[in-house]
DNA sequence: GCTTTACTAGTTTTT
DNA sequence: CTAGTAAAGC
């Protein structure tokens, strides 16, 4: 009984309840820090030493890579972990998918859209249906694509998505919902799946009764991280693998549910219960992570919430110092300040990867980044705008599509609209010869004669011939990037930066043999380059700093953290019209942050902000200027906090100001 | 008629 | 910084 040794050793009475009790339901409500990785990670080793067959185990987390993390430390102690099934609910939906795609009427290959993908195909729609020429401002692309996205994931109509989130796009209710059917129509004519149709897909299979059944069988345990942060769907996808045999595990934290904007519903930690009523609930409230003073900051943050929350998270770790707040005069000198203070620790020994710098907003830590790399600090940053969303990898992944499938219309669209001379008009006629057959050679010949656009269809032509001639993979993507260097500098003027993107996009063609992989991989799920660049195996004094959205520094920790802008306006950030609901939201999201500190915990904000080159006043975070919170704050720096009734000047008073001046 | 360029307004979080 | 729009240019 070696394995039963260690979970004794390792885990707290609660935690070993969670990792042991095999049969049943399971409700882990599980705070911040307090050790629910280690649950699941020995819950795995359990379930393994059992003799339960590793592939009958589903693990659904928030991201893969923490399904990774999970599975790999289960790993350490039993190798047979490494086969346990685990990923996200998208990336789970997707291999069903795949495997049963005749059951939907799907032909394979399936092709993934991403987020601009969607985007662009509903602009196109919408011009088909001539929606975009209207006198009143029809919604832009990338409002479509909340709306129609929240319709699916939240499981309402478009109307009721726009009477809350956008009641002044109400008039075109009917037209979007009528866009909406358009939409789905083109992907499913032409078996292509986006993030949504992961998750309706799969419980749409999951509807039918054999292949549920077969599911069910297969995976005779299961369990859930993140909870909270599930979508309606994803908490049907769960009950319907599971209301057979039972066996399944949700862990989750309703005080850190951050993801309401995606269709997360902490709502579904209490439906856990009514669904599965004989459900046992387990609750996590020792927390190994945080000393006493900052769980104290975090307690009393949550504590001024207008939901009440039950839990209260005790430190196992007494001492340390209080959370500091640090006020600054302007952007750069907090920038300034943390760099300052990063480069101050790191001097006295503290390895960089020990120290995370959090942000509501990527746009944040800009000027941190300038005041980084000034000191020579090398860092790297978390969400935000991720390598294959940036225009110049997108062109040239569009071109590695169309060799693909050269029925993509989307991708086609890209490329020609590439090509010297070439507008709106000619794209159009281009793709309506391209893409009923897929033979291009002819149809760009054709138009080569052309005055103004011929010469660059020729180059395509060429370039396209050439690279579907090449040997291999890896020989073709040279030849396209060779192709694409001189537009991206004819269009970019950044072009230094973004070549050097794509040089790594050429590397990472490398360990590559064909172009649906890549793609797939580089595109539909994950993308490598995340792995590539968070190499474990990195020596830990070469590790960087990180830099992270508040969002992305989910279920991870630092020993020292800075949270940066913590005034109104940024955390919480203002936007149109702001429900309390929302305001709740971005109150978790500060609980998220300070929870994420080990030891040591910085709050920084300046006094002056600039708005589109107007300079602001900023006040602290309504959710820090608290009587309740504040005095558990270290106070740096001139506190000029602006009286609560200052009075705005007004427009008037305003316009006399500026003309007596 | 179509493409390119110049300008302006608004800028969250992510599988 | 980028998406959308208006005007200039071929």
Known sequence: MEIEDL???????????????????????????????????????????????????????????????????????????????????????????????????????????????????????????GYTQRKVRFPSKGTLREVVSASFNRGESIEEVLLKDYPHFLQWAGDIERLREEYVRYKLDHNLLDYDDLLIHLKILLEQEPVRRALAERYRFIMVDEYQDTNRLQAEIAYLLAKDHRNIMAVGDDAQSIYAFRGARYQNMFEFLEVFPEARVIKLERNYRSSQPILDLANALIDGAKRKYTKVLKASVAEGPRPRLLIFK????????????????????????????????????????????????????????????????????????????????????????????????????????????????????????????????????????????????????????????????????????????????????????????????????????????????????????????????????????????VADGHLPISYTHTSEEEMEEERRLLYVAVTRAKRELYLTMSHEGHRGGIRVFQRLSRFLDDPAVLPLLELEGEPLVLEEDSPALGREKLLKKVLQS
Not at 74 to 81: D, E, F, P, V
Not at 359 to 376: D, K
Request: proline letters at 5%.
């Open 330 to 565: 302007d952007p750069e000198s907090e920038a300034e300040g943390i760099a300052h203070k990063v480069k101050e620790l790191w001097d006295e020994g503290v390895e960089l990867h020990r120290i995370g710098v959090l942000f509501r907003s990527m746009y944040i830590a800009r000027p941190l980044e300038v005041a980084l790399a000034r000191r020579g600090i090398p860092y790297r940053t978390y969400g935000g705008l991720r390598f294959i969303e940036t225009a110049h990898i997108k062109d040239l992944l569009s071109h590695i599509k169309v060799l693909a499938n050269p029925r993509d219309e989307l991708a086609w669209h890209r490329v020609l609209l590439l090509v010297e001379g070439v507008g709106p008009k000619t794209a159009e006629e281009l793709l309506r010869r391209i893409t009923p057959s897929g033979q291009w050679q002819g149809a760009l010949s054709e138009l080569e004669g052309h005055p103004r656009s011929g010469k660059g269809i020729r180059k395509l032509r060429e370039a396209l011939l050439e690279v579907a001639q090449a040997p291999t993979f890896h020989e073709a993507v040279e030849i396209l990037c060779d192709y694409y260097a001189p537009i991206l500098k004819e269009r970019y003027d950044d072009y230094p930066r973004r070549l050097s993107d794509v040089e790594s996009l050429r590397q990472i063609a490398q360990g590559y043999r064909s172009p649906e992989r890549f793609l797939l991989d580089l595109v539909a799920l994950e993308s490598p380059e995340r792995s590539l660049l968070e190499r474990d195996d990195l020596p830990l004094d070469t590790r960087p700093l990180v830099l992270s959205t508040i969002h992305s520094a989910k279920g991870l920790e630092w020993t020292v953290v800075f949270i940066m802008g």
């Open 7 to 129: 979970l004794k050793a390792n885990l707290n009475p609660q935690q070993y309840e969670a990792a042991t009790v095999l049969e049943g339901p399971v409700l882990v409500v599980a705070g911040a820090g307090t050790g629910k990785t280690r649950v699941i990670e020995y819950r795995v080793l359990h379930l393994a030493s059992q003799g339960v067959d590793p592939h009958r185990i589903l693990l659904l987390t928030f991201t893969r890579r923490a399904a990774r993390e999970m599975i790999s430390r289960a790993s350490r102690h039993n190798r047979l972990c490494q086969e346990v099934e685990g990923g996200t609910f998208h990336s789970f939906g997707f291999s069903v998918i795949t495997r049963y795609a005749h059951l939907l009427g799907l032909n394979r290959p399936l092709s993934f859209l991403d987020e601009a993908d969607r985007e662009a195909l509903l602009h196109r729609l919408a011009a088909q249906l």
